[in-house]
């Protein structure tokens, strides 16, 4: 069956579900390719949400599913309507039609770079699930010619409103809103394990293989097709330069020893075709 090509990561995310369903019964299950293998509770708790079969996981969309798996491991007591309700209005604001670099694949990028974080300990089950629900509004509300942190401050606004009718507890909902809007300026701290590895996560991108790198930066370009040329090889210098400045980009210990020397070069490539 053909597969939309904007859907593809979430078949491909599907997919890493389903055989970290198959392979956690098996006692010589190989490393994960992404590092260290995730721990199984991951797995026992697909398997008591969505049952054995297969087939039953085959006709949930693997973000739909990730989010309700997410919102019950921070809220066990969560509200089936408001959980369902919240999860169709975050896929839509999502896929809006104008979004090119922050869509499905963006998230599913962030989840990859959590669980991959997850990994190592630099967070654990719970924390990776709160930052997986923050990375959901993240850019929930997204307009490329908002005024600096609109977007980040609505953002937050959405996400209390949803996870308070959803059941979370204050805590988790503030720690939330405090995760989205580090994303204004991304300046987490090192001491704030949680907030690093959402930085870390948001950021992963720079980090990325060429290609994807390359096309991540075509994308943001198409989102601001309606900026002159000039004026956004200006901007986005300002923003890249001041990326590339700081002593570091990353924050956890992972991500420094990993993906800080890539980001760095393909920081540097992007700087210079912007001058060009």
Known sequence: MSVAPELEHERDYLARARTELTACSRPDRPASPRGPRRPARRAERL??????????MVVMP??????????????PQAHDYAVQRSGADLLTRWTEPARRYHTTRHLVEMFWALEELEAVGEIDDRQSSIARLAAWFHDAVYHPGASHGS??????????DHLQQVGLVDDDIEAIEAMIQITVNHDAHHEAPLEAAFQD???WILSAPVERFDGYCQQVR??????????????????????LHRDTIYRTSHALHLWETPARINLGRELARLRA
């Open 151 to 160: 977007n980040e401050a609505d953002s937050a606004a959405l996400a209390r």
């Open 222 to 243: 198409q989102e601001y097709s309606g900026v002159p040329d000039a004026a956004y090889q200006q901007g986005r210098s300002a923003i890249l330069e001041a990326l």
């Open 47 to 56: 398997t008591k949400w969505l049952g054995c079969a297969a087939d039953r």
């Open 201 to 203: 996560a948001d950021l």
């Open 62 to 75: 693997a973000l739909s599913t990730w989010w309700s798996l997410d919102v019950r491991a921070v809220a």
